[in-house]
């Protein structure tokens, strides 16, 4: 009985110093998979790794790794000079294999996603507008709104309202809607579909060429692609999928 009982004792005890050496293993292994991400896709910053799976020595020794989750902070979006900020941008990488020397890396799938508040797109938007949810039926067609106090929109937009026209616009709101689309996998394009009557002659095309515009979006890994974009009641939800991705070398 005490020799089955050391048994025991001396299986929890190495079984323990395995579990801890795995996790050590794996926190340097994510703090190294970061910088190389970082490095190879041309990152500002680390991103923040997660590898899944346990345990995970053992994958290390099948040079494969079951899932790599990444996120990143700090990303933004461009438009004119103008910065927006991106939220939740996130990568899931499935079967990921890499060769003995750690030096390239392949996921067979990877889907991406990120965030864009209406708060954050609103600064995109033109002087005294604002940017927000178009409602149900506008949104399932991947349309936003954009809205404000037309004298101040006008304003905003660089367009002079000549004195007789100017108490047309008191009390009115300009109401605008934009369909979202997606060009190049990181490029958000809003291109206007309604604009409301302005009352100032001239100012409907000097509108629209403030209205449409095109949002690059920074600092993502070239490796992640978006492809689809959904207007939520929130902002706008980016996803992609990509197969076969390298992530390194």
């Not at 079984?15 to 050590?24: E, K, N």
């Amino acid at each position: 009985m005490r020799v089955l009982r050391t048994l025991l004792i001396l299986v929890v005890v190495f079984g323990g110093l395995f579990v801890a050496a795995d996790r050590v293993a794996v926190h340097f292994a994510e703090n190294q998979v970061a910088s190389k991400i970082r490095s190879s896709q041309g990152l500002d910053t680390d991103p923040k790794v997660s590898i899944n799976g346990f345990p995970f020595l053992t994958q290390v020794l099948n040079t494969s790794l079951d899932e790599v989750q990444v996120s990143l902070d700090g990303v933004s979006a461009s438009a004119d000079g103008q910065a927006v900020r991106v939220t939740e941008v996130k990568a899931e990488l499935k079967d990921v294999t890499f060769d003995s020397s750690f030096s390239t890396a392949t996921a067979a799938t990877a889907t991406g996603s990120a965030q864009i508040s209406y708060a954050d797109l609103t600064g995109s938007a033109p002087k005294g507008a604002t940017v927000g949810y178009a409602g149900a039926e506008r949104a399932a067609k991947g349309e936003v709104k954009l809205s404000g106090p037309m004298g101040e929109v006008l304003d905003g937009a660089g367009i002079t309202v000549p004195g007789p026209f100017k108490s047309l616009l008191d009390g009115k709101t300009l109401t605008a809607y934009s369909a979202v689309s997606l060009v190049n996998g990181d490029t958000v394009r809003l291109k206007a579909v309604t604009l409301p009557e302005l009352y100032v002659p001239g100012a409907d095309e000097r509108m629209r060429e403030v209205v449409d515009y095109d949002l690059k979006i920074d600092g993502l890994p070239s490796t992640i692609k978006l492809d689809k974009v959904t207007a939520t009641e929130t902002g706008l939800s980016f996803s992609g999928t990509g197969t076969d991705i390298s992530l390194a070398g």
